[in-house]
């Protein structure tokens, strides 16, 4: 009897969540190369990996049982190819997947915002590809340790090709949850991650930032305006929380005490952890937002609406990519994020946030 062959996996972008989720599959049997950087490649061969969670996991993959390259080659004889490079990166790693991966590779895409998928397949118009999400912050603690810092599970675009590599994800403690209707997952996780520009504007680690009202109050502001145009559009958005996603900007605006309690779950976060947005400014990278407040901006566009707190948020983190503000207090923020719906609402009919 012939053993059943390890599946093959590349990870296209060796970063928190490449070396996490890549680094727990190949704990759990598969054959992973992992495809980022020198940097990172000369930290996993001087230290292997080190992969733990929030739940106790503390996982250790040596350097000898997880491959690194540079080039997208390697991914040439992969079964599965994980793209987790930023939104910004996805048309290069598209193209230099087309002419390596064979014609039976599936592509999944571990990356936020609406249209990366779109983006890969646009460029690998003769393969499967998937857009996958990851509900789960990983914070880089450096020397090859990658932690998981919140909980969840990975949620993927459902499709017969799924089946070859589900067993895999489930064995790395990984599940993959499938779903028809993939863009309504996509939504409800762009509203949550609404919140990374404001983090990112904070300076703080998010547990900070979300503990303080004034700061959820900029995020409520976000995701309502956001909701708003999602209803107009008849947009479903699905429930990734315990609580429906309408209800999140309410939980968001209760009084800090409340929020301690009723907010637990969204505290539950490592103390260090910030959001990638934070990570992107830190380094002088191009951020996300395009791909994430800027989603929102263009379906307001779409309606023949406008989104003028989202967009507000796009301009902030321009700035401060250009080396502007980083260091909001929440109370200014907020107050600069109202003043720019402010004049759009009629007298006496403005919303507390
Ligand atoms: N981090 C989180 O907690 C988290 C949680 C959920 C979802 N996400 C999403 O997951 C995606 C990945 O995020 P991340 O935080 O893991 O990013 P990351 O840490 O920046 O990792 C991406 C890595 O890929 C490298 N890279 C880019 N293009 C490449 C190429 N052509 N060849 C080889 N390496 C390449 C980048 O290097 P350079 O920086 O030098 O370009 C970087 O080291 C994003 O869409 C993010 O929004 C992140």
């Known amino acids: 009897m012939s053993a059943v062959r390890p599946l093959r996996v590349s990870v296209l972008g060796a970063g928190s969540i490449g070396c996490y989720i890549g680094g727990r599959l190949a704990a759990a049997g598969a054959e992973v190369t992992l495809i980022g950087r020198e940097r990172i490649g000369t930290e996993i061969r001087a230290h292997g990996l080190r992969l733990s969670d929030l739940h106790g996991a503390d ?46 590779t599936v592509v999944v895409s571990a990356q936020n915002g609406l249209g990366n998928a779109d983006t890969l397949r646009a460029l690998l118009p003769e393969h499967v590809v998937l857009a996958a999400m990851v509900p789960f912050n990983v914070v880089n603690r450096g020397d090859g340790h990658f932690h998981q810092g919140s909980e969840g599970d990975l949620e993927i675009e459902q499709h017969p090709a799924v089946r070859a590599f589900a ?104 103390p260090h952890a910030r959001s990638s947005m934070w990570d992107d400014l830190e380094a002088g990278r191009r951020t ?26 796009v301009e902030l983190i321009r700035e401060a990519e250009a080396g502007g503000n980083r260091h909001w207090t929440g109370d200014a923020l907020l107050a600069d994020l109202r003043s720019q719906r402010a004049p759009r609402k009629p007298a006496g009919k403005r919303q507390r946030n």
Request: hydrophobic share 55%; no cysteine.
């Open 59 to 104: 996982i250790r993959v040596g350097a000898a049982d997880v491959a690194f390259a540079t080039g997208a080659e390697s991914a040439a004889t992969a079964d599965l190819v994980l793209v987790s490079v930023k939104s910004a990166a996805t048309p290069e790693a598209g193209a230099a997947l087309a002419p390596v991966i064979g014609p039976d």
């Open 288 to 313: 996300e937002v395009d791909w994430i407040s800027g989603e929102v901006v263009r379906l307001a566009a779409a309606s023949g609406a406008d989104a003028p707190v989202n967009a507000r948020l």
């Open 167 to 270: 067993t895999v994800f489930d064995d790395a403690g990984l599940p993959l949850h499938a779903h028809e209707d993939f863009r309504s997952v996509q939504w409800a996780k762009l509203l949550l991650n609404l919140n990374n520009a404001v983090n990112a504007l904070s300076g703080l680690p998010l547990r900070e930032e979300l503990s303080q009202r004034s700061f959820r109050r900029a995020v409520a502001l976000a995701q309502r305006e956001a909701l708003a145009l999602l209803t107009a559009r008849g947009v479903a958005v699905a429930k990734l929380t315990p609580l429906p996603p309408r209800w999140i900007p309410l939980l968001l605006t209760v009084p800090d005490w409340v929020f301690r309690v009723a907010g637990s779950r969204m505290l539950a976060i490592d």
